[in-house]
């Protein structure tokens, strides 16, 4: 369902979304949906995925040098572990 809305915006604002809108071959509307929707969802699923307390506290906890590979040190280990 859609529903109409109206919004106060300035003149300038409103110029430049209208080339914009037009120069990406898409409504103003769509555009202001996509943005409306763009930043819902972002709150939405920011909510869903939760640090617990344990994985916090041990965020930081580890300094490695910023060359560490972990997909070498990976393979080492498993290259070890089934030798």
Not at 14 to 26: D, L, M, V
Not at 54 to 80: H, M, N, Q, T
């Amino acid at each position: 369902m859609e529903t109409k809305l109206t919004l106060r915006l300035n003149d300038n604002v409103i110029e430049r979304a209208k080339i914009y809108a037009h120069s990406h071959k898409i409504s103003l509307s769509k555009m202001i949906e996509s943005y409306l929707d763009s930043i819902t969802k972002q709150k939405v699923e920011n909510k869903k995925i939760s640090i617990t307390p344990l994985v916090e506290s041990l965020s930081g906890v580890i300094d490695l040098p910023a060359d560490f590979d972990y997909r070498k040190e990976y393979r080492d280990y498993l290259e070890e572990k089934y030798k």
